[in-house]
């Protein structure tokens, strides 16, 4: 049974940091693209970063760039988002996502924004930044 689940969410100050993780079980780990995707208060999915483990490839919403790394831990099957200069705007249910590297081979997709782009999701963790 694969299960993403994701961790490590909760309320942060304007400016401060958190880090995500998601235990990635059920699959090999190297046979998958992996993407953390947000959805704010009333608003739609939002792709944030990917990950492709089998050749340490990242990828990273424009909004993202500089604050958030995105990293793995292979032997552990774990996902991290490091998030940094958090903003109120980062407020959001952030969801770890699944792709089989098969399913795009051969096109440029690297990360996206609706739910069937992926074959897995995670529950969701929530982070909250206000003062």
């Known amino acids: 049974e694969v299960q993403l689940v994701e961790s490590g969410g909760g309320l942060v100050q304007p400016g401060g940091s958190l880090r995500l993780s998601c235990a990635v079980s059920?699959?090999?780990?190297?046979?998958?693209?992996l993407s953390w995707v947000r959805q704010a208060p009333g608003k739609g999915l939002e792709w944030v970063s990917s990950f492709y483990n089998y050749r340490g490839y990242t990828y990273y919403a424009d909004s993202m760039k500089g604050r958030f790394t995105i990293s793995a831990d292979d032997a552990k099957n774990i996902l991290y988002l490091q998030m940094n200069s958090l903003k109120v705007d980062d407020t959001a249910v952030y969801f770890c996502?699944?792709?089989?590297?098969?399913?795009?081979?051969?096109?440029?997709?690297?990360?996206?924004?609706?739910?069937?782009?992926?074959?897995?999701w995670g529950q969701g963790t929530q982070v909250n930044v206000s003062s």
């Open positions: 996502a699944a792709v089989h590297l098969g399913r795009y081979h051969g096109t440029d997709w690297y990360g996206g924004s609706r739910r069937d782009e992926y074959d897995y």
């Open positions: 059920g699959f090999t780990f190297n046979d998958y693209a």
